[in-house]
């Protein structure tokens, strides 16, 4: 198997590594911004606590706690991941290629491998944030805790 981008060259790959981990940093800014007003009793890691909340019960008395700017904060840093999920898996991947470039037998073989597996991630966090926007509008049965990706996150 062959890394997603093992045919662009060395020098590119490291200035596209580049802008993607640059750019993947002020996304992860912008969400730090985002995420101050969901820290709460209820939520003390913000949209995390969402994330990892155990049941439906749980996630409604955190989505309860939030203010309506808060909820619109954290229906915008959903949004907001769709952008990143490409931006992180382009990052990661090309990390990935610089890495197996470097390296030889097992760890190439890792290397190209998580070249792909990058990306199963974004997918496995678009699923989760759908179930994530539908508990903001108040339907729990999407809830993440019922969702095989939710031992993604």
């Not at 049941?55 to 840093?77: K, T, Y």
Request: with cysteine; proline share 5%; net charge positive.
């Amino acid at each position: 198997m062959k890394h997603p981008f093992e045919l662009v060259s060395p020098a590119l790959s490291k200035r596209l590594l580049a802008v993607f981990a640059s750019l993947s940093l002020a996304i992860l800014a912008v969400f730090q911004f985002l995420d101050r007003l969901l820290k709460t009793r209820a939520a003390p890691a913000g949209i995390i606590s969402l994330e990892l909340a155990r049941s439906p019960a749980e996630a409604a008395q955190i989505v309860s706690a939030w203010s309506l700017p808060a909820r619109l904060d954290a229906a915008f840093g959903l949004g907001l991941d769709y952008l990143f999920m490409p931006v992180y898996a382009l990052a990661l991947s090309f990390a990935t290629l610089l890495a197996l470039r470097r390296s030889a037998g097992w760890v190439q073989t890792l290397g190209r491998w998580l070249g792909w597996a990058v990306w199963l991630a974004a997918a496995c966090d678009a699923l989760e944030n759908i179930s994530l926007y539908a508990s903001l509008q108040g339907h729990f049965e999407f809830f993440p805790a019922d969702w095989p990706t939710r031992w993604c996150c």
